[in-house]
Nanobody
Framework: QVQLVESGGGLVQAGGSLRLSCAAS????????MGWYRQAPGKQRELVAS???????NYADAVKGRFTISRDGAKNTVYLQMNSLKAEDTAVYYC???????????????WGQGTQVTVSS
C-alpha cells in the first residue's frame, strides 16, 4: 500500500507565498517522477510542475519564474514553493508519484488526496 499525503495549502493574499509538501510512504522500492497538478472549478486538471530523481524539472508556462519544485529523495518528499501568487492560481493541488513497489514490479502512478489553495485578490 502506498500513500501520498499533502500539506501546506490554505488561504493567502495575492502576491503572497505558500509551500506545499507531499510525502510518499508505504511499500516503495523506487520513485521516478514526482509532480504537482491542479484543478480549478470547472476546469480540467493540469500539470503544474514535475521533477525527476536527477533534479531536472518541468513547469507549466503559467507558473514559470514563480513556482519552484524540489524533492528530498531520502524522505520520498516533493515540495512546491509558490511565490507571487495570483487569484488564478486558486485550485486544488494534487501530488503525484510514479513509482515501483518491488524490484521487478510494475511502475504505477499514485495520487494524493489534494490540498486547497485559495488566493484572494
Amino acid at each position: 500500500q502506498v500513500q501520498l499525503v499533502e500539506s501546506g495549502g490554505g488561504l493567502v493574499q495575492a502576491g503572497g507565498s505558500l509551500r506545499l509538501s507531499c510525502a510518499a510512504s508505504g511499500s516503495i522500492f523506487s520513485i521516478n517522477t514526482m509532480g504537482w497538478y491542479r484543478q480549478a472549478p470547472g476546469k480540467q486538471r493540469e500539470l503544474v510542475a514535475s521533477i525527476v530523481p536527477g533534479g531536472n524539472s518541468n513547469y507549466a508556462d503559467a507558473v514559470k519564474g514563480r513556482f519552484t519544485i524540489s524533492r528530498d529523495g531520502a524522505k520520498n518528499t516533493v515540495y512546491l514553493q509558490m511565490n507571487s501568487l495570483k487569484a488564478e492560481d486558486t485550485a486544488v493541488y494534487y501530488c503525484t508519484a510514479r513509482l515501483r513497489q518491488r524490484v521487478l514490479g510494475a511502475v504505477n502512478d499514485y495520487w494524493g488526496q489534494g490540498t486547497q489553495v485559495t488566493v484572494s485578490s
